[in-house]
């Protein structure tokens, strides 16, 4: 068993910044975020396969995203830029041992409590 636990959501007015943290309580090879906005379908955010550090993100948060990781600590971190209403949602962190395609929901068996990330405009 993994347990994940997120910590760094809030609320911020667009255009601001917020960095999620998941710590997982032993090192899991690919790890990641999803997100729900009320009213949606749980969406990948972005996830990091953490033996090579390969990444990969969602169109909609490219090149304001960026996912990283600390092994030494077997956290992963989510620092999100120039943040905007429609990213507003409750963000889980994810993972896995298998190393699944990194948008499926089914590829992680593995998730956190998540936290909310709320945008005003």
């Known amino acids: 068993q993994v347990q994940l636990v997120e910590s760094g959501g809030g609320a911020v007015q667009a255009g601001g910044s917020l960095r999620l943290s998941c710590a997982a309580s032993?090192?899991?090879?690919?790890m990641g975020w999803f997100r729900q906005a009320p009213g949606k379908e749980r969406e990948a955010v972005a996830t990091?396969?953490?033996?090579?550090?390969?990444?990969y993100y969602a169109d909609s948060v490219k090149g304001r995203f960026t996912i990283s990781q600390d092994n030494a600590k077997n956290t992963v971190y989510l620092q999100m830029n120039s943040l905007k209403p429609e990213d507003t949602a409750m963000y889980y962190c994810?993972?896995?041992?298998?190393?699944?395609?990194?948008?499926?929901?089914?590829?992680?068996?593995?998730w956190g409590q998540g936290t909310q990330v709320t945008v005003s405009s």
């Open positions: 994810v993972a896995d041992f298998r190393g699944g395609y990194w948008a499926n929901i089914h590829a992680f068996g593995y």
């Open positions: 032993k090192y899991i090879n690919c």
């Open positions: 990091i396969y953490t033996g090579g550090g390969r990444t």
